[in-house]
């Protein structure tokens, strides 16, 4: 097993060039947290971006910064809290949930499109991505997009990249969208609603004009483990308001007077609000995960969230929501049965799954995202490629033989 | 003038037969072929541009799409999909072997779902349909783009379109959860659905904005929203566009994102304001319009502070509205700008560059001396927060002359975009407007490795052709 990690973004192009002229597959990453998920890569050389790193532009005036892929994602929220901004999509860390230690980057975060709570109203971190640069299967650079905030110029590539794992092209720069965060942060709680009540209010709270900014549901068990819930001891229905002071401190109970129906609500102040959605956006109530546990990651619409709940309890899996209902965190016994019962429950339902975690065994054998239809595979072949002709990048990674 | 390819000889020699063949797959009415009732079609929002297609198909269900689709991928015929036909780059022009597949018969909503916030639609409806169609529940549809009365939902996603609140509410792109698609094939794919974020390839948002070159839309799964609990305008006046720009960024770096920031500059404040009477100031050289949204309470607090920004940059006047008819005010000159521009001068270029928004006043004073120099008038407007900059360029149809030097001086505008870091087009698209401008954007390998996903989609380039990409030597006219 070699590792190539490159700083200059030529001699990227030109290790991916020579894989390509020797048909030799890669298994691209970053810092590497995030081999676990999805299927394992069938390679012997592991290129990594991780040393190709630095931010190379932030206009907080306008609103954009630019880094290399290698930047760790921490510097990146480092750099933009010193000036007051976030990254909007308020991306997790699952180090603790997929059992990796080190600091994940941006190419990481960008390349599996990894949102955390704000994603159900501020949309995904593909969103907001910009513009980038990245190379090719062939070695080449290639742009899309650029430094500013609007730009329908040619076909959209960021976000074909984003959220593609690696396997069309090694992304080398990404400009991103931020915005302002917020002067202060406080959250309405409602205990003791069951998964169906729990989504019924996260949707009359996300449907109401408070600019509510994140909506999860938790059960009993999954709540204790969050110190700021812990004292409920029981299921609760969590909704975010963000913004300015005087607005949190109006709409919060503008909220709560327009969901008693729903029961009498507990507002949480600032800083418990921010450890806990914090721990919502790492997926952490989920609590460690086992040996022979996995993991899935599933999106839904919000109403049939509470019915893929119920699946995971059939398999006395924990599980909790997001997203207003519509991600749900499942961890159950690592098994092929197992992923068959939560996957129907997701097809059934119209959504989509990602296996996040599973031992290497049982991953290299599952859908761990959902097939494709046979005319929409044949395209994603063709665009394959047409990015990657040799079909070296992270072989395997989302589909067995692409 | 830009080029077309050649029409193929054999498709308009077999027309009659290609007539036939699509009047076998469509009701009665779904087939135009007359001359005269083919004219309608001729262009789209750049009127300049004119051509009659073959045929127009007008399909009432994905199926009758479908069919359409396979019949002239076999007959190896050119389609040119087309929605209400309000693109302003030439993306919906004809071609004179193509068959025009307009959308507008299926303008049907097909279901509202308050819970999990979304609408299914047709293809064909209105922009504003789907808002006024979820209104009466407090909702709305988020992108707003100036033509949201005519164009349709089918367009709006091919051309990513944007509106005045995209600062907050982000484009077409950041408000869909998915798409029913037919390939040129005739294959009907779904795509996404009632849920966020895609497991494999993000086609949603590879589709979003792709001009129609991959697949032909049918229906869109929409995101819809709460409508805040009110709005308010203000209007802030300066005496110059660099402290008009400097007052944009404070207010950005202060923490506030208004739902819309827009920039006006003295020509563009002057024809509105003869067009409106909306009582902007004529003294001022650039012109701010300001809005927030929230409760009275909110409003009041969020626009003291913007209030208490502007006023450290010396304007000429501030005018924070009191009422739902003082922001209606404030809004009438610039919602009636390109009337307003259209009274100055019947005929104008409407141009959609983006640029880094630190720019603006050194981009300004360069259009200003390109105008000298062209001899053309140009007025200036600016979705000031996110950079969107559209100079309506001024000219005499009936001179050709005069045309020809607008189009250079829009070439000449975007590329000052372009080399200042911007883009070519922020929310019109390319179309065949600014496909030969494309390289300046992108290099050689960047436009093969669009073109290669184009033929993975539409192997035999029948979808759109002559549009976005500068034309390749099997598709370039014969000189
Ligand atoms: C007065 C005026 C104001 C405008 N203001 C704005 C504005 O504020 N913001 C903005 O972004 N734009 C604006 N536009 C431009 C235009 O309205 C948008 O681009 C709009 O989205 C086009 O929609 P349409 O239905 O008219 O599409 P068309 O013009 O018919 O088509 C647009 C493109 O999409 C393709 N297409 C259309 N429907 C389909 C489909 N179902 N499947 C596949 N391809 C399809 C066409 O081939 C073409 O390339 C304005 C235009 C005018 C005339």
Redesign the pocket.
């Known amino acids: 097993m070699s590792v190539l990690a490159p700083a200059e973004e030529a001699e990227i192009a030109a290790a991916i060039a020579e894989a390509h002229a020797h048909a030799t597959p890669l298994l691209l990453a970053g810092n590497a947290t995030k081999n676990g998920l999805l299927r394992p890569v069938q390679a012997a050389t592991t290129l990594s971006l991780k040393h190709h790193a630095g931010i190379t532009l932030y206009a907080p005036n306008e609103l954009i910064l630019t880094a290399r892929a290698g930047t760790k994602l921490a510097d990146i929220e480092a750099a933009v809290a010193e000036k007051g901004q976030q990254i909007i999509a308020e991306p997790p860390d699952l180090g603790a949930l997929l059992g990796e230690e080190g600091a994940q980057t941006l190419g990481g975060v960008v390349a599996c499109n990894l949102s955390g709570p704000r994603r159900v109203t501020a949309g995904a971190m593909r969103d907001h991505v910009m513009g980038m640069r990245a190379i090719n299967g062939a070695g080449e650079v290639i742009h899309s997009g650029g430094r500013v905030l609007k730009n329908v110029t040619g076909l959209d590539l960021c976000k074909l990249l984003a959220g593609s794992f690696g396997t069309l092209a090694a992304i080398t720069e990404i400009a991103l969208k931020v915005l302002p965060a917020s002067e202060t942060v406080a959250t309405l709680a409602i205990a003791g609603l069951d998964a169906r009540k729990g989504v019924a209010a996260l949707s009359a709270a996300l449907g109401a004009p408070f600019g509510v900014s994140a909506a999860a549901w938790l059960p009993r068990a999954e709540a204790a483990r969050i110190p700021a819930l812990a004292g409920f001891a029981a299921p609760v229905a969590l909704m975010r308001i963000e913004d300015f002071r005087p607005s949190v401190a109006y709409r919060s109970e503008r909220l709560r007077a327009a969901l008693t129906d729903f029961g009498k609500g507990e507002i949480i102040a600032e800083a418990p609000s921010r450890v806990l959605w914090r721990a919502v956006r790492d997926a952490a109530p989920l609590g460690a995960v086992a040996p022979g546990e996995a993991v899935w990651r599933v999106s839904v619409r919000p109403s049939a969230g509470p019915g893929i709940i119920a699946a995971a309890d059939a398999l006395g899996g924990r599980a909790f929501l997001d997203w207003g209902g519509g991600l749900a965190w499942i961890v159950s016994g690592a098994s092929a049965e197992n992923h068959r019962a939560i996957t129907a429950a997701v097809r059934a339902a119209g959504g989509v799954w990602w296996l996040m975690r599973a031992p290497d065994g049982l991953r290299a054998s599952l859908d761990v995202i959902p097939p494709e239809p046979a005319s929409l595979a044949a395209i994603t072949r063709r665009v394959k490629a047409a990015f990657d002709p040799a079909f070296i990048l992270n072989p395997g990674r989302l589909y067995a033989g692409l | 003038m830009i080029r077309l390819p050649d029409p193929k000889p054999e498709t308009l020699a077999a027309r009659a037969r290609i007539v036939a063949g699509l009047r076998a797959l469509l009701p009665e009415s779904g087939v135009i072929a007359e001359p005269l009732r083919l004219k309608p079609y001729e262009t789209?929002?750049l009127a300049a541009y004119r051509q009659v297609p073959l045929a127009v198909a007008l399909p009432e269900t994905t199926e009758q799409v479908a069919a359409v689709l396979r019949f002239c991928h076999e007959n190896g015929v050119r389609v040119?999909?087309?929605?209400?036909?309000?693109?302003?780059?030439g993306?919906?022009l004809p071609l004179a072997d193509a068959v025009v597949v307009g959308?507008m018969r299926m303008n049907r909503v097909l279901a509202i779902d308050y819970a999990d916030r979304l609408a299914v639609v047709q293809?064909?409806v209105t922009?504003i349909g789907i808002t006024e169609a979820v209104r009466a529940a407090g909702f709305f549809y988020a992108p707003?783009?100036?033509?949201q009365l005519?164009?349709?939902?089918?367009?709006?996603?091919?051309?990513?379109?944007?509106?005045?609140h995209c600062l907050k509410y982000g484009?077409t792109a950041n408000n869909l959860l998915g798409l029913k698609?037919v390939t040129i094939a005739g294959e009907i794919i779904e795509i996404g659905g009632a849920h966020l974020d895609a497991a494999g390839y993000d086609w949603l948002g590879l589709l979003t904005g792709s001009?129609?070159q991959l697949?032909?839309?049918?229906e869109v799964t929409v995101r819809i929203l709460r409508s805040p609990e009110g709005a308010r305008a203000m209007l802030a006046a300066f005496r110059s566009n660099e402290i008009a720009g400097a007052c944009v960024d404070a207010i950005i770096t202060s923490g506030i994102i208004p739902v819309a920031l827009e920039f006006m500059d003295r020509p563009a404040i002057h024809a509105c304001e003869a067009f409106a009477h909306a009582g902007y100031p004529l003294d001022a050289e650039a012109m701010l319009i300001i809005e927030v949204e929230g409760s009275i309470q909110e409003q009041d607090d969020l626009l003291a502070r913007i209030k208490e920004i502007c006023a450290r940059f010396d304007p000429i006047s501030l005018k924070v509205s009191q009422s739902a008819e003082e922001s209606a005010a404030i809004w009438k000159g610039r919602k009636g700008a390109?009337g307003a521009v259209g009274r100055i001068s019947p005929d104008y270029l409407?141009m959609d560059g983006t640029i880094p928004t630190g720019r603006l006043p050194e981009v300004l004073r360069r259009i200003g001396e390109m105008s000298d120099s062209y001899g053309l008038k140009v007025a200036n407007i600016f979705h000031a927060g996110d950079g969107n900059l559209h100079p309506l360029i001024m000219f005499d149809a009936n001179d050709p002359e005069s045309f020809h030097r607008a189009e250079a001086f829009g070439a000449d505008i975007l590329k000052l975009c372009v080399e200042v870091g911007g883009c070519l087009t922020g929310?019109?698209?390319v179309?065949v407007e600014k496909r030969d401008l494309m390289p300046a954007q992108f290099t050689a390998i960047d436009l093969d490795q669009q073109r290669r996903i184009k033929t993975a989609f539409d192997p035999d380039w029948l979808l759109?052709t002559a549009?976005v990409f500068p034309l390749t030597d099997a598709l370039a006219p014969a000189a």
Do not use: Q, W
């Open positions: 789209d929002g040119v999909p087309r929605g209400a036909g309000t693109s302003l780059s993306g919906a959308l293809a064909g922009n707003d783009p100036s033509s005519a164009c349709m939902i089918g367009g709006n996603v091919n051309m990513n379109s944007g509106g005045a484009v698609i001009e129609g697949a032909v839309v049918t390109f409407c929310e019109h698209g179309g759109n549009k």
